[in-house]
């Protein structure tokens, strides 16, 4: 009986621990399934009402305009996509077959294989970004003054956007407006407008804003001087294109040549204007021409009184691979020797003593030259530009480019001569074209990949306004004028002061100049002459054996690229590509690419 | 709305849980008794002299009552006085004449059950019910079953055996008849036959294979399996020896292909789909978890979910889900189980780069066919080729890899347990050294597993389930993806290992792949990842109605990953033996360490009440669910540069400048409601519905909420009493249709518009750093996930007792709101990233079969099974721009057509020579052919026209991953050996040779030894004609084919049908006597010997011997191979 009981008892225990524990659990699920586990919100999300009334979240989204702008882009910060630009005008040609920017330089554009996204500049999303600001802010309540401030400097960002485009593809849609998702599709589905639009809109645009920015050198900001720098290129450009181009598509291409005037006329005034307003001059802080024009692209924004607007990098927070990648062989740690100058760039810098910078081929072959009187004598501004063999203490080293050494007349391709003298250079000095691009390279150290560079990249600088200056002051019959401002370059650069100019003396003075700053391939195109200069163009290189008993070169000719290049003359507009121009009827096709 | 649904739900529990106090509570004055019949009120309803017993049977078929009686109280009683009794009369005045003088009383008991009794019984139930009681167990091992559904025939009436398999039912009458069934076991009817206790023994149902199968929430019996399922089980699973589960699931299912990307160590290569659908949902005991790591010892089954058996998942499952379960523990004293392998790994297939001479005589080739300045000379290749000192070869692929890398895999487990309470506990080791010679890219992996089942209160268990699993990666900092590259283009003709054992220069700017691949030059990246799993549930039987559970169950995961990520600078020299010089090459790598933590918590409650119940031929089952889903994912990292040592690799030792460190953070969450119902006949006929309602964290308030219901039917025509063909054991159809969702692909919180910070990128201006924002893309209100609805048809047959068995499923998917952007409507200059809309929707359709035959001869037995799985996917509407062009429209119009079709030209072969070119009629460069040389490939002017233009294009193929898979095991086993065999391939996909694949030195690659034997090849006296009896492709240039148009247009030239056969899996094992083992203690010894990608065919022709068919599109930058390995095992049991 007694057993019994106890039996019981558990039994009564169990039960009654079920219950208990039923209700734990239950009361367990209600408290974890009362909370709404689907209701959740991402974190780090900015509401629109935010940005609009908060000055800083503004300002953080308009320096986004300014990013994505990537104003070095045509020079390329992308490790193999730099300085595509100068490939594509024949000013160079990079270390490998099958790097981009190559492989657009030598193969046909077509409208199935338009320019790739590195060059197209189709930067829709940051226009529209620049149109949202320009909206927004107008109907923030936030500080008058920095609403208008801001709102000119997103202006110029969205008038240079479109000056990539015009000078890319002729006439472009004029973009002015975030259209909402539900706009008529007659908004939506954009025509082209004309070219001459397109430039009218950048002047009109920068007349506005003129007035509004600041005339001080604001370091990494548009200002008063940028707007003047991007007014004198744009209408330099339309002033070339009406003079030299033909009208297309009922004046979706060219401009009536009627106008020209006007144009070369808007670009005086522009360079004019910002050249006497004093805030930037010419770097001129070095005696040596040489030092001095290297250190020019080297002297960051904000110290440097040349420059008028620029992409800032500091290497930590910013930084590229040009230094990296373009230092020679020898004291290069890494991928190096990438830029690979033509030798018809080289013709094109005159000797000190102002002698012409073409010497007959022939007489190049039949004898042989000192790498002094070769390259050692030309202008300063080349010396400053160009690495060429025996190039001196470039991180503390000698560059050489020589492929053997004859000692005695015996060719010598391995070891060291007396030991001093490498018997041939390293195989990436000899790879391509035995000369490569020393402008804006950092030579203070050799980088490695996990070390940004820093040299910053300038978009205008005041060299560029006086060739600006002097190319529409010759338009306009003021030749003494361009002629001083050519001058004025020449003597910074140590060069012979001209005594008459002429037009083929401009634009060779300005492929000197601005050589590898992303001007040669735009400027061939708007004088017209692209076709000639580099239609069937097989770029040339120099390969060197040096004669030890002599102390110097035999040089002869190589075929750095294995193919001539082409440039019908539909390319001075590229094409929209067959991928663009489908998705919206009104986007027609320039001609020349079925 | 939300909250309704948890409320209605714990309601119902509440109310299930308290309802059997209520209707007990009523059982008394029931009208019943003052029940009469009124049609032929006067007709005589007993005779005469009937006995009592026969007058109540009477009473009760005219009344439909059942009376309650010990049959030795009414033996030979006869209704006293004999009068008549008419019909029209009241039943309590029926029995009240009946039983008049007579010592019985009656009394109602329930609405339909009247007890007679003596007139002295105290209580009448306690008389009228017979109590029978008794255990149940397995007939082969004895082992007690608990859970046993035991139903008295023809009522509802009815109880299940506890944890010790005992049982105790009242009966109504003791003529009953008893029905015991239980899953997995063959269902039971015993005569009561006035027994006081009943002990039964069940017999298994096991005929072929594993029968119990796992479904979503909850298994099954095969034979009762509506949906297309397929399950393997441990004992597959550990024939073959790999520490990695998902290879183990390559081959062995139908409907499942797998693909394998890589054997790295610790790398989750294997790419699984089901029925060619993308990544289907991974549940490991309920939890979403990747099969990856999880020790194959420590599973019990998986199961594949096809067709609407995966519906119940819903929102997750249109892809299909993977249920994998691990194992329990067992009743009875300890049993432990070791195993442990040995395996040694081997990459299948290294690329076979040209040797030093060829590949000069090469290069010397490809400087003169692409007009540059030969860099190497006639006598530079006779110097190589004879290999004279400063001119020898080097393989840099063989002094980076070794052959064989070693494999450890160790497991013990031990469970047990008694009828209270059950365990298993496994801890399982594995060590996975890569084939790199540096020692680096190991992987080991520790776990702990247990489980713990309790009853812990009347008709409560209570079990947990808690592992852990660690694993640490150790790689060299540089990235696999480099270090290939640097292989890829290492020269055969610098030397790897240079004297002193510095960094050698393998020949392109500062590349050395050995030194990469060494953390001791390039740095250690190294990976923590802990997980932690627990499940806690509680189960309650409810006693008052048999068949009814109720489970409350909570799951909890966490998982850490800690990456440590130390890069050190190294320099790269060469070496000339001549002059005993070393020169510096470059250098590579930084100082620099990056930390970075993610966590992951996520919590998983769940309640649940399931119902089984079987009435004579029908059973029913019902199922009601609900259970969320809570998660935190949060990440952390900072980055140091310029550490003051290598040797100091943590964040104290950085740098101050370059200083960077970011934190995120996010949440998700899913609600869902899930009902089943399910219902059998005869097993015979067989229905199932489901139905989820889930809610994700993705989407917005009104579209959150996505129903899906599924519907599926069998039926078994070997059961139907019509059907006797004897051979047939089965012959089942089965029919579904499924809704089911899928919104993996989606990102979160696409509803809403707004504005994130920027990573990584900056702008400086004002001598400031800015922090920028952008905009996130336009928002789409409706957002909503991707529907897929499925029909699935099959047919199970099985002959001659399982001799040979088939199935065979025909399947169709339809995908709808499939994302896309408005294509038409919407041009680039928009400017913004357009909303994803639910616009698009594709089909795809297929079948899968599988094929077995088994049989026993004596001591020898085998088994054969084969699969086939057949899927395509077509775009059924798809934003696009409108195709106005016929051509344009064949070519680039996804609407209507497959989505894996390769367009591209037709070629026919090379160009031997000019002459060739000269008579060929198809202008093919649009220049008249000018700018064609020999060794150019042909193609072929499918429209006729004269000209090759982009409409002689057609289609060439179709996509990389496989549209038919296949698989075949074989086992055979005599005596004490076991050999086993599986052979898996795949086809209808194809291979691009791209790359470095398709031209010599593309991206300076070093050429491949195929592209030296089968180029068209210049005699160096005449370099447009060709030397090669063998030339099948191109002339060699410098920069590959990637820049020359003609040869590098998408064309079937380039590529190949990828089919392949493979011996996946060949294992032997070996069992050792008993007689021996017994002795010692040991239960059972098995010696097993396997090896997996012994064997490969494919038909990729010339390129066959270079690339794995499981790894296309590695021709450029290289992955790390796929491997072969033999393993050696012991698996012991004691």
Redesign the interface.
């Known amino acids: 009986m007694k057993k019994g009981t106890e039996i019981k008892s558990v039994m009564w225990d169990l039960r009654k621990r079920g219950v208990a524990l039923t209700f734990i659990i239950l009361l367990l699920m209600l408290k974890i399934s009362a909370c709404d586990v689907v209701d959740k919100s991402p974190r780090g999300l900015i509401t629109d009402d935010a940005v609009w009334s908060d000055q800083n979240l503004a300002e953080a989204y308009i320096m986004d305009v300014y990013n994505q702008s990537n104003f070095s882009n045509e020079v390329g910060v992308q490790s193999f996509h730099q300085l595509t630009a100068s490939v594509m005008a024949g000013e160079i040609t990079l270390f490998a077959p099958w790097q981009n920017p190559r492989g657009l330089a030598e193969r046909l554009i077509t409208t199935e294989n338009p320019l790739p996204g590195f060059m197209n500049e189709f930067r829709w999303g940051n226009i529209r970004r620049a149109n949202t600001i320009i909206e927004q802010l107008a109907a923030s309540d936030l500080n008058p003054e920095f609403v208008n401030l801001r709102t000119a400097e997103v202006r110029f960002l969205r008038a240079y956007q479109h000056f990539r485009l015009v000078k890319r593809y002729g006439g472009m849609p004029i973009l002015t407006r975030a259209l909402p998702l539900n706009a008529p599709t007659e908004e939506i589905m954009v025509a082209r407008n004309t070219e001459q639009e397109v430039y009218d809109f950048i002047a009109a645009e920068m007349d506005d804003i003129i007035s509004i920015l600041p005339d001080i050198n604001d370091v990494g900001r548009v200002n008063k001087g940028t707007a003047l720098a991007l007014k004198s290129r744009a209408m330099l450009y339309a002033a070339s294109i009406a003079q030299y181009g033909d009208i297309k598509m009922d004046g979706l291409l060219g401009i009536p040549s009627g106008d020209a005037q006007q144009y070369w006329q808007a670009s005086y005034d522009a360079s004019t204007e910002l050249i006497n307003s004093g805030v930037y001059q010419l770097y001129n802080e070095n005696p040596d021409p040489v030092q001095n024009f290297h250190d020019l692209f080297h002297v960051p924004i904000g110290d440097n009184s040349e420059v008028i607007f620029g992409e800032i990098f500091d290497g930590s927070n910013k930084g590229h691979r040009f230094s990296e990648m373009g230092l020679p062989e020898g004291p290069a740690l890494t991928w190096n020797s990438n830029f690979n100058v033509a030798y018809e760039m080289i013709e094109l810098f005159d000797f000190v003593d102002g002698s012409s910078g073409i010497i007959p081929r022939e007489e190049i072959t039949s004898r042989e030259w000192s790498s002094e009187e070769f390259f050692g004598q030309r202008d300063p501004r080349f010396r400053a530009s160009v690495y060429y063999p025996e190039i001196d203490n470039i991180v503390g080293e000698t560059i050489y480019f020589h492929s053997a050494t004859l000692v005695e007349g015996e060719r010598l391709t391995g070891g060291t001569i007396e030991g001093v003298w490498p018997a041939a250079a390293g195989p990436r000095n000899r790879n391509r074209s035995g000369a490569h691009v020393r402008k804006r390279v950092d030579e203070t150290q050799a980088y490695t990949e996990s070390t940004p560079q820093s040299t910053d990249y300038f978009v205008f600088r005041l060299g560029e306004i006086y060739l600006n200056l002097a190319e529409a002051a010759f338009y306009l019959g003021r030749t003494s004028e361009a002629q001083d401002a050519l001058n004025e370059l020449r003597n910074r650069a140590g060069m012979p002061q001209y005594s008459s100019v002429d037009r083929d003396i401009i634009r060779n003075e300005r492929a000197v100049e601005l050589a590898f700053e992303n001007h040669r391939l735009w400027d061939l195109r708007r004088w017209r002459i692209a076709e000639e200069v580099l239609d069937g163009y097989r770029m040339q290189g120099l390969d060197y054996v040096y004669n030890w008993d002599t102390g110097k070169y035999q040089i002869s000719f190589k075929n750095p690229e294995g193919v001539a290049r082409r440039f019908p003359p539909e390319y001075y507009y590229y094409p929209l590509g067959i991928n663009f121009t489908s998705q919206n009827p009104n986007m027609v096709e320039n001609p020349g690419y079925d | 709305m939300?909250?309704s649904y948890?409320t209605i739900l714990?309601l119902l529990?509440?109310v299930l849980?308290f309802l059997p106090q209520l209707t007990t509570a009523q059982t008394m004055n029931h009208p019943l008794l003052s029940h009469g019949l009124s049609e032929g009120a006067d007709e005589q309803l007993i005779e005469k002299g009937t006995g009592l017993e026969e007058a109540l049977s009477i009473l009760e078929k005219k009344f439909g009552v059942l009376f309650l009686y010990r049959s030795q109280l009414l033996e030979q009683k006869m209704i006293p006085d004999v009068e008549v009794i008419y019909q029209g009369r009241e039943l309590s005045d029926i029995l009240q004449s009946l039983l008049n003088g007579s010592d019985l009383t009656y009394s109602q008991i329930s609405h339909r059950t009247i007890g007679i009794a003596p007139n002295d019984a105290e209580e009448i139930l306690d008389v009228y019910q017979e109590t029978v009681t008794g255990t149940v167990v397995d007939a082969e091992t004895g082992e007690s079953l608990p859970g046993v559904n035991i139903i008295v025939k023809g009522t509802s009436t009815g109880t299940i055996t506890d944890v010790n398999g005992l049982y105790e039912l009242t009966l109504p009458t003791e003529s009953d008849t008893l029905i015991f069934s239980y899953i997995g076991y063959e269902a039971l009817e015993v005569p009561v036959d006035s027994r006081e206790r009943i002990d039964v023994e069940l017999e298994s149902r096991a005929i072929m294979g594993e029968d119990l199968i796992v479904v979503g929430y909850g298994t099954m019996q095969r034979e009762d399996l509506t949906g297309s399922v397929s399950q393997i089980s441990s004992v597959e699973m550990t024939r073959a020896s790999v520490g990695n589960t998902a290879e183990l699931l390559s081959g062995r299912v139908p409907g499942l292909t797998t693909v394998s990307r890589t054997g790295l160590p610790g790398e989750s290569g294997t790419q699984f789909q089901i029925r060619g659908f993308g990544n289907p949902l991974v549940l490991v005991d309920g939890m979403e978890r990747s099969l990856d790591f999880i020790d194959p010892n420590d599973i019990e089954s998986i199961s594949v979910l096809k067709d609407a058996s995966a519906a119940i998942y819903g929102a997750r499952a249109g892809n299909g889900v993977i249920l994998v379960t691990t194992k329990r523990g067992e009743t009875g004293r300890p049993s432990f189980n070791m195993r442990s392998n040995l395996s040694f790994q081997q990459p299948t297939q290294l690329i076979n780069t040209v040797n030093a001479a060829q590949w000069v005589e090469m290069y010397r080739e490809g400087d003169i066919n692409?007009?540059?300045?030969p860099?190497f000379s006639q006598e530079d290749i006779e110097r190589y080729r004879s290999g004279e000192p400063g001119f020898e070869s080097y393989n840099w692929w063989d002094t980076t890899f070794k052959p064989w890398a070693p494999m450890q895999d160790y497991n013990l487990s031990v469970s047990g347990g008694n009828e209270d309470y059950t365990y298993f506990i496994s801890t399982g080791h594995m060590n996975q050294d890569s084939a790199f010679r540096s020692g680096d890219y190991t992987f080991q992996r520790y776990g702990v597993r247990a489980s713990f089942d309790a009853n812990?209160?009347?008709?409560?268990t209570f079990s947990l389930n808690l592992s852990t699993r660690a694993e640490r990666r150790k790689r060299a900092a540089e990235s696999l993806n480099e270090v290939f590259n640097a292989l890829n283009r290492a020269q055969p003709i610098w030397n790897p290992n240079i004297p002193d054992g510095r960094p050698a220069y393998s020949g392109f700017?500062?590349q050395s792949p050995r030194a990469a691949s060494t953390a001791d030059y390039s740095g250690t990246l190294t990976q923590d990842s802990e997980y932690v799993d627990g499940i806690l549930a509680?189960e309650?039987r409810v006693p008052w109605l048999t068949g009814l559970e109720l489970e409350?169950r909570?799951s909890y995961n966490y998982t850490s990953d800690r990456i440590k990520n130390h890069?050190r600078?190294f320099?790269v020299y060469s070496y000339?033996p001549?002059?005993d010089e070393y020169q510096l090459r470059?250098?590579?790598?930084?100082?620099?360490l990056t930390n970075t933590d993610h966590r992951n918590h996520s919590?998983n409650?769940r309640?649940m009440a399931n119902y089984q119940g079987i009435i004579r031929d029908h059973n029913f089952s019902a199922l009601l669910l609900?259970e969320?889903?809570?998660e935190q994912n949060s990440s952390f990292n900072a980055f140091r540069?310029d550490l003051i040592s290598p040797e100091i690799p943590f964040l104290f030792a950085g740098g101050v400048?370059?200083i960077d460190n970011m934190e995120?953070?996010?949440?998700?969450?899913?609600?869902s409601y899930v009902g089943r119902f399910q219902y059998g006949y005869q097993s015979r006929y067989r229905i199932e519905a489901t139905m989820r309602a889930d809610?994700?964290?993705k989407f917005p308030?009104d579209t959150?909420w996505g129903y899906f219901p599924s519907i599926s039917a069998s039926w078994s025509l070997n059961n139907e009493p019509f059907f006797n063909i004897d051979a047939v054991d089965e012959l089942r159809f089965r029919f579904s249709y499924s809704q089911s969702g899928d919104d993996s692909g989606v990102a979160?919180?696409r509803y809403?518009?707004?504005?994130?910070?920027?990573t990584a990128?900056?702008?400086?201006?004002?001598?400031r750093?800015?922090?920028?924002?952008?905009?996130?893309v336009?928002p789409n209100p409706d957002i909503t996930w991707l529907d897929m609805t499925i029909y699935n048809a099959g047919v199970n047959l099985s002959l001659y007792d399982g001799l040979f068995s088939t199935e065979f499923n025909l399947f169709q998917r339809t995908t709808d709101n499939i994302f896309g952007t408005s294509?038409e409507?919407?041009?680039?200059?928009?400017?913004?990233?357009l909303?994803q809309l639910n616009i698009n929707e594709t089909r795809d359709r297929g079948f899968d079969l599988l094929v077995g035959h088994e049989n026993i001869i004596g001591d020898f037995g085998y088994s054969i099974s084969a699969n086939v799985t057949y899927s395509r996917e077509k775009y059924i509407r798809w934003s696009e721009?409108d195709f106005e062009d016929e051509d344009e429209a064949r070519l680039f119009q996804n609407q209507g057509n497959y989505t894996n079709r390769w367009i591209g030209y037709k070629s026919d072969g090379i160009f031997m020579t000019q002459e060739e070119i000269d008579n060929h009629d198809v202008d093919q460069d649009g220049a008249g052919n000018a700018t064609l040389r020999p060794g150019d490939i042909r193609y072929l002017d499918l429209n006729g026209d004269g000209e090759l233009t982009?409409r002689d294009q057609t289609e060439i193929g179709r996509g990389m991953f496989p549209d038919l898979s296949f698989g075949i095991n074989i086992d055979v086993n005599y005596r004490n050996f076991d050999l086993s065999a599986l052979f898996q391939g795949a086809s209808m996909f194809n291979f691009n040779i791209g790359g470095r694949a398709r031209g010599a030195f593309?991206?300076?690659g070093t050429p491949h030894v195929y592209q030296y034997k089968y180029r068209w090849q210049p005699d160096p006296n005449n370099p447009s004609v060709n030397v090669n009896p063998d030339a099948r492709l191109p002339r060699v240039?410098?920069?590959?084919v990637?820049?020359n148009?003609n040869n590098n247009r998408q064309s079937d030239f380039w590529l190949v049908d990828a089919t392949y056969l493979r011996l996946k899996n060949l294992s032997l094992s070996y069992t050792v006597p008993t007689t021996i083992t017994n002795p010692v203690g040991i239960s059972n010894l098995r010696l097993i010997a396997s090896g997996s990608n012994l064997l490969t065919w494919t038909r990729m022709g010339v390129f066959e011997d270079s690339f794995d068919p499981e790894i296309p599109g590695n021709t450029n930058t290289g992955n790390y191979p796929n491997v072969r390995v033999i393993s050696f095992g012991v698996n012991l049991n004691f």
């Open positions: 939300k909250n948890h714990l529990v509440i849980m692409s007009g540059t300045d860099r812990v209160a009347e008709n409560m700017g500062n509680f309650y409350a909570l890069l600078e320099e000339d001549e002059q470059g250098a590579r790598g930084g100082n620099s919590l409650p309640i609900a969320w889903i809570d540069r400048d370059g995120s953070f996010s949440e998700a969450g899913r609600a809610a994700s964290y308030e959150r979160a919180y809403l518009s707004g504005f994130f910070i920027r990128q900056n702008y400086i201006a004002n001598q750093v800015w922090t920028l924002i952008s905009e996130d336009l294509q409507t919407f041009p680039s200059t928009f400017g913004a990233s909303p721009s982009w593309d991206n300076d240039e410098l920069f590959g990637g820049t148009e």
